[in-house]
């Protein structure tokens, strides 16, 4: 809290007349505003930088070693389940990598478990390390087209809306039910009018763009061309360039980030896991690709950190500069974006600072209620009006998924899947216990040529989801999931031969962030063993099922046409 003597006490050392609390020594500062880089020391008063462009003494010394000094980089978009690991963990994992701000949607967990999953994650961002901003998840369920296990209307989310780590409303995913004038997503609007509220518009443009964006919505991280992000910058929409462990647009936008466009883009990973983190990095692995691309290298920190700052209302951080929060990386090469300490809050970031946290009880231990599954229960049903079968067709780095037909063999146990044309089944199975809804279909692209991937991860309302190429293995991958209490399971020869557990709603592990790399990576192994051919397999099957996202998914109620909005006859 700030008090008159410690504000005084920030004047004194800034000019200094009175020493700091902390210095870093002789660092090299990038200015992200004019591009220049500055022998200088930096001088921090509790949790804010006092100092810069000077030489500074103070209680404790950083020795900056003629490294590179930058402001902490800020996630602005991300759902923190996605990493599979508690918010705790995702808080140990992620910093180190110089990402001391982050803005998450815990509508993961909420469409599990409601308000009580919200509460969780502001109890958790209330005694983490790195500063976890919260907006509050506006779409729960995402359509009515999937059962979810909660329900979240207006008067839920205002409950939350004055806490002191909550941003404003999130992503608005329901984008037909804005363009439609829907009373409960217009209630919610409306409660946010004047506050952030995020957006989510895969692929909208033209006028019904300009509708969406008349509620005051103001940032999109579905933009997947450079075409489509233009139209959106112009219309005066930040465009938020995602690069996660699915959803991979970096390489696409690239071209967007610019001097004239840098106060107008930020960067998030939306959805990425920990053994990517630790293959590839988090934010740091965005800056250096984007620099690699050719984009002007100040401009890339700028996005990262002031201009992200700046667009969600963040008016304390976002530069290395007297009277902004203490957030600094120091980096060993700008354009590598070698990241080899950071402070956070004034602090450096160092084990005993996660060890001092105090313990978050863990929440929906129970919530896996599905009943377990025979093969004949994934028997598709021959359809006479019909010889050409729907296919949900993947395409790897993309959540995007497309329509093809196929003509399909069909014998005494149903629609059969066609290996040989890369052709396997697909199953949504409803594990909230409300109706024990299973639907099913066909998907291309996964390659599997024998086996079955299940996960209780299944965007947004997390019912299980399988793709397998026998009955057999679907079967024996879900009912090892019941058992787990959630996961991912490999199943082969009916019987699983990987799995994680992911007993906190079914979505995160109570394992280590090192620990659940593990276990991803003999995940990842088996799947490659039977076939698979897509890079990041668990993730791409928890978005099967996501009915906002165009262009066919399958819910737990049915095929469904994001383009029309309607379950497929």
């Known amino acids: 809290m700030m008090t008159p003597e410690l504000l005084t006490r920030m004047i004194k050392a800034g000019t200094g007349e009175a020493p700091a609390d902390v210095v870093i020594k002789n660092v090299r500062l990038l200015d992200v505003i004019t591009g220049t880089v500055t022998h200088t020391d930096i001088a921090i008063v509790a949790d804010r930088i006092v100092g810069t462009y000077g030489y500074y ?101 205002e409950k939350f809306r004055h806490h002191k780590h909550v941003i404003g409303l999130a992503e608005m995913m329901n984008f037909p039910g804005v363009l439609a004038g829907d009373p409960g997503i217009v209630a919610k609007l409306v409660s946010f009018q004047g506050g952030h509220i995020d957006g989510h518009a895969p692929l909208l443009t033209d006028l019904a763009l300009n509708g969406y964006l008349a509620a005051g919505i103001r940032t999109d991280h579905e933009a997947t061309t450079a075409v489509e992000a233009r139209e959106k910058l112009s219309k005066g929409m930040a465009i938020l360039i995602r690069e996660g462990s699915v959803s991979k647009d970096l390489e696409a936008l690239a071209e967007i980030l610019d001097a004239n466009t840098s106060a107008f883009v930020a960067l998030c990973t939306d959805d990425r896991n920990p053994l990517d983190i630790l293959e590839e990095g988090h934010l740091d692995s965005s800056i250096r690709r984007l620099i690699a691309r050719g984009r002007p290298l100040h401009h890339v920190y700028r996005a990262a950190s002031h201009s992200a700052a700046r667009i969600f209302g963040l008016k304390d951080r976002g530069l290395v500069a007297p009277g902004y929060r203490a957030d600094i990386v120091l980096v060993d090469s700008l354009e590598q974006c070698a990241v080899s300490e950071v402070v956070s809050a004034g602090r450096l970031v160092r084990p005993e600072l996660f060890e001092a946290r105090p313990p978050v009880a ?195 109620k049915g095929l469904f046409d994001v383009d029309k909005f309607a379950f497929v006859q």
Do not use: W
């Open 362 to 556: 863990p929440v929906g231990l129970a919530s896996m209620k599905a009943k377990r599954v025979h093969p004949t229960t994934f028997m598709v049903p021959a359809n006479p009006q019909r010889n050409e079968t729907p296919v949900i067709a993947v395409r790897a780095g993309l959540i995007l998924t497309y329509r093809e037909t196929a003509t399909l063999e069909i014998s005494e146990r149903g629609v059969l899947p066609d290996l040989d044309a890369d052709i396997i089944k697909i199953a949504v199975i409803e594990r909230h216990g409300i109706n024990g809804n299973v639907a099913l279909s066909f998907a291309k692209g996964f390659g599997l040529k024998r086996g079955a991937i299940a996960s209780s991860v299944g965007h947004d309302s997390h019912n299980i989801t399988v793709v397998g190429a026998t009955d057999e293995d679907m079967a024996a991958a879900v009912n090892r999931l019941i058992d787990l209490g959630g996961g991912f399971v490999v199943s082969d020869g009916g019987r699983a031969i990987a799995e994680l557990a992911l007993p906190i709603a079914g979505l995160m592990s109570l394992l280590s962030f090192e620990a659940v790399a593990d276990k991803l990576h003999k995940l990842r192994d088996a799947a490659y063993g039977l076939g698979c051919t897509l890079p990041e397999p668990f993730l791409q099957v928890a978005f099967l099922a996501l009915p906002v996202i165009p262009h066919l998914k399958l819910t737990d």
């Open 57 to 157: 003494h103070g209680a404790r010394l950083i020795e900056g070693d003629n490294r590179f000094a930058v402001p902490g980089f800020i996630d602005t978009h991300l759902h923190i389940e996605s990493s599979l690991v508690t918010p705790f963990e995702f808080d140990r994992c992620v910093l180190p990598h110089g990402v001391t701000t982050v803005i998450c949607d815990p509508h993961e967990i909420a469409n599990v478990l409601g308000a009580e999953g919200i509460r969780y994650f502001l109890e958790c961002a209330e005694r983490t390390v790195m500063d976890v901003k919260v907006n509050l998840s506006s779409c729960v369920p995402a359509t009515p087209h999937e059962t979810s296990g909660a329900r979240l209307e207006i008067a839920d989310l």
